[in-house]
């Protein structure tokens, strides 16, 4: 290959990578064609882009961005998955998509700086998007004041409702009997 054809390579590459804080980071050897053509007709449903990439440019073209450390993991044939809400959607993603797809290989995947190991990749599919992890901490902030109202509120209830019985029976001519307590 040409050094000017490398060089339009591996800018094309720092344009996509640019904006990216993570990527999966896998290995598509041994899937057909028809296979693969499907798995990115999938993926890009859901917004999540393939990029089978050079090792060497990709290397290059990563060095100093957020994505550096996934040139660790850059060997053999690899292809960068990137997209979609988050790296964990993205991992989940490419997690259900391996349950048919059995040639389908984790290398790794890097997320906001930390870097996990192809057998860290399910463990990562399990974790709380940020949208989900906001809406768990946004919960755990509300939770003791949603129990203070309800505190504050019940023996009003309790009182309502006699009161609205009482009302019931005079209504009805009953005669209430009183309580000795």
């Known amino acids: 290959m040409s050094k000017p054809v490398k060089n339009l390579i591996e800018t094309q590459y720092k344009t996509i990578f640019a904006d990216l804080d993570g990527a999966v980071l896998i290995d598509i050897r041994g899937i057909t064609s028809n296979d693969t053509n499907a798995l990115r007709a999938t993926l890009a449903q859901r917004g999540i882009r393939i990029t089978v990439v050079k090792n060497s440019l990709a290397k290059r073209a990563t060095t100093g961005t957020s994505l550096e450390k996934i040139g660790d993991l ?15 959607n993205v991992a989940r993603e490419l997690i259900e998509q391996a349950k048919t797809l059995p040639n389908l290989t984790f290398k790794g995947a890097l997320m906001e ?23 768990q901490a946004l919960q755990l902030i509300l ?23 009482i009302e019931e029976k005079l209504e009805k001519g009953e005669a209430i009997a009183k309580i000795s307590a």
Do not use: C, H, W
């Open 74 to 88: 850059l060997e053999g044939a690899s292809a960068v998955v990137y997209g979609g809400d988050s790296v964990v």
């Open 113 to 135: 700086g930390t870097l996990f190991k192809a057998e860290e990749i399910e463990a990562l599919s399990k974790y709380p998007t940020r949208e989900e992890a906001q809406a």
């Open 143 to 165: 939770s003791p004041g949603k129990n203070l109202v309800a505190s504050i509120l019940g023996p009003g209830k309790k009182i309502a409702s006699l009161v609205k019985a």
